[in-house]
């Protein structure tokens, strides 16, 4: 399976001609539809409509079909409906026009004062009078149902890239953990001589009553006190699972992005812990370094569905 982005964009139109008898005194329709759709990250799906009156009733239909198909993300859609009208305009015919006519004559009876018809108002009225409602719904929702799928192939390139950006970071997790093994022992070295060091200095102070022996054991017991201390082979152990356990999730891609999120923190809080058992300026730029990382692939796994 493919890893998704919960960015996307997508836009699609199309144009459809109502076809008008020769009895009608009307033009021919065109009515132009377009769809766009927008997808943001956000922690679950969230679905937001921007339709024009006339395709209101249409809202439950495009919401299944969204949900059948996305997982996550603040998801907009907005669609456009014009309508023009094309060829000769024909002349009302008779009856429509006796009909306005009865009609201005009982309106005056009532009402003297009352402005006369025009031309551009009989017109007007003769084109409404006659005018069906032209149904969309169809037509609608084969239209988001194509926007949908171009929406798709977005989010399915843009979670390529940020797959291909995650495994480059993952990867040099591994090298900056890969820095920090050997150094844990070579630190324990070197305070195990340093210790040994101040014991002999004090021994050089002492009166002399302190066996040799015993205060080389001393010195012993606190240079291994100190490696389980700041022994971070444990947190290095975990950090290696938590990075396969991310490649594994990239490899085989679906609904990953909450599994990631959680992934991250677990490997922003070994980062922490080998930071605070640091006892090496080195040690501690590994640690900063991965923390770096670990915040760059935070940030991108936001937007992973």
């Known amino acids: 399976m493919s890893v998704y982005s919960m960015t996307g964009y997508a836009t699609v139109q199309s144009s459809t001609t109502q076809a008008v008898p020769e009895t009608e005194p009307r033009q021919d329709t065109v009515s132009r539809l377009g769809v766009e759709i927008r997808s943001v990250n956000s922690r679950f ?3 937001a409509f921007r339709l024009p009156d006339e395709l209101r009733q249409a809202e439950p239909a ?21 309508s023009a009208s094309s060829g000769s305009l024909r002349p009302p015919s008779p009856a429509t026009l006796q009909r306005l006519s009865c009609l201005e004559d009982s309106i005056k009876s009532w009402l003297p004062q009352a402005a006369a018809l025009s031309v551009a108002d009989i017109l007007r ?3 409404n009078e006659d005018k069906k409602p032209h149904d969309h719904s169809e ?5 988001v149902e194509k926007a ?6 977005a989010r399915e ?7 291909h950006m995650l495994l480059d970071r993952t990867a040099q997790l591994r090298v900056l953990a890969a820095l920090a093994v050997p150094m844990v022992p070579k630190l324990v070295e070197q305070q195990k001589a340093r210790f040994l060091e101040r014991w002999q200095e004090a021994m050089a102070l002492s009166d002399n009553t302190t066996l040799p022996e015993i205060a080389h054991d001393r010195a012993l017991t ?3 006190a100190f490696a389980i201390r700041i022994d971070v082979a444990e947190e290095i152990t975990r950090l290696s699972s938590h990075l396969e356990e991310i490649e594994r999730l990239l490899s085989s891609g679906g609904e990953l992005g909450k599994r990631l999120d959680f992934l991250i923190q677990e490997l922003h809080r070994e980062a922490n812990t080998l930071g605070s058992k640091s006892a090496s300026l080195e040690l501690t730029r590994v640690s900063v370094d991965m923390k770096v990382l670990i915040e760059q692939i935070r940030e991108q796994v936001q937007n992973i569905e």
Not at 148 to 153: D, P
Not at 157 to 163: D, K, M, N, P, Q
Request: aromatic fraction near 0%; proline fraction near 0%; glycine fraction near 6%.
């Open 45 to 47: 799906l969230d679905l």
């Open 62 to 82: 495009l919401r299944e079909l969204l949900t059948g198909k996305l997982k996550r993300g603040k998801v907009e859609v907005r669609v456009a409906l014009e």
């Open 148 to 153: 949908l799928k171009e929406l798709m192939s």
């Open 125 to 127: 009225i003769a084109i």
């Open 157 to 163: 390139r843009e979670g390529a890239r940020l797959t």
């Open 139 to 143: 037509e609608l929702l084969a239209l």
């Open 222 to 224: 606190e240079a291994t």
